[in-house]
């Protein structure tokens, strides 16, 4: 017989650095799961990843066993790198903060293909450069 889902939630972390310090910790103990294995577990899971931002989706199962999707990076935090910048604008239709050309957006389409809703790596790479243009990113090319 399958396990019984008790609740499934999403996290963003570190890859092979993640710490059961705020805001990670406390976000899986009032999910029930223990902050100390789950660490343990997500860092050997990304350990060569090395510090790169990457999402989980975590399963949590009523014997209190979980298991844990790992995601690609967020566009927003691969766009960031790309483009050498801190944050995005804060008003991004006036403010350009940084510029990307358009082989970086298709290599980041291609690394976070399987993890959006594309069906050629042309329209993925509209979407990435949709992310773009709503962090005050422009994309040249």
């Known amino acids: 017989m399958a396990k019984q889902i008790e609740k499934s939630f999403k996290i963003v972390a570190p890859g092979g650095q993640a710490t059961p310090a ?3 910790g406390p976000a899986l103990g009032a999910n029930g799961i223990n902050p ?3 660490i343990q ?4 899971r990304t350990k060569d990843l090395n510090g790169k931002v990457v999402g ?4 949590l199962y009523k014997d209190r066993s979980f298991d844990i999707e790992i995601k690609s990076s967020p566009a927003a935090a ?8 801190e944050k995005g604008s804060g008003v991004p239709h006036t403010d350009k903060v940084g510029t990307v050309t358009a082989d970086q957006v298709r290599a980041i389409a291609e690394e976070k293909m399987e993890d959006l809703n594309a069906g ?3 329209s993925a790479m509209r979407i990435i450069a949709g992310t773009a243009r709503s962090m005050g990113i422009v994309v040249e090319g």
Not at 41 to 44: E, Q, T
Not at 56 to 59: L, P, Q
Not at 78 to 85: F, M, Q, S
């Open 36 to 38: 100390g294995q789950f």
């Open 41 to 44: 577990v997500f860092n050997d």
């Open 120 to 122: 050629t790596i042309e």
């Open 78 to 85: 691969l766009l960031k790198t790309a483009a050498g910048i």
């Open 56 to 59: 989980c989706v975590v399963t």
């Open 22 to 24: 705020p805001p990670l």
